[in-house]
């Protein structure tokens, strides 16, 4: 997701956006389908389907994809109630991070760890009996 997720996200700011999973474990070349929304603020819904199972839950991001700071100098620097500054925003090299908790009606768990950068990602689900699978994340197409 921006994040998602985030996923996830993902991180977005200010509206809602929905992604569309895919998602192949690593001891076969099935790919299933899932679906990650994002609220805005870092967190959203997400559900994959993986055989006769819909596991859902939620997601959250634990690290940004960039970070703000408010930087002062010059003129009055270093004096009380003086001098210019400027906000300015670095982006994280690595991505956002997320991670997900999702289970299905019957109890079994899905958790799931991902990173994301400018809308994309990838990351990696474990099911409750061990089994791992790879995951991309892309942007929903819109229509």
């Not at 076969?28 to 859902?56: F, P």
């Not at 994809?65 to 001098?83: P, Q």
């Not at 299905?104 to 950068?117: I, K």
Request: charged fraction near 20%; charge should be positive.
């Amino acid at each position: 997701m921006r994040h998602l997720v985030l996923i996830a996200a993902l991180a977005l700011a200010g509206c809602a956006t929905s992604y569309q999973l895919s998602v192949m474990p690593r001891d076969s070349g099935k790919v299933y389908s899932g679906t990650a929304d994002d609220n805005g603020s870092g967190e959203g819904r997400m559900s994959i389907a993986i055989e006769d199972k819909t596991y859902s839950g939620t997601w959250v991001q634990m690290t940004p994809d960039h970070t703000s700071a408010f930087v002062t100098g010059g003129f009055g620097f270093g004096r009380r109630g003086g001098g210019f500054g400027t906000i300015v925003t670095l982006d994280n090299p690595q991505g956002s991070e997320a991670k997900a908790l999702l289970s299905s009606a019957d109890g079994a768990g899905l958790r799931c760890d991902f990173r994301s950068g400018q809308g994309r990602g990838g990351g990696t689900c474990r099911d409750d009996r061990g089994r791992q699978y790879d995951v991309q994340i892309r942007p929903a197409p819109r229509g």
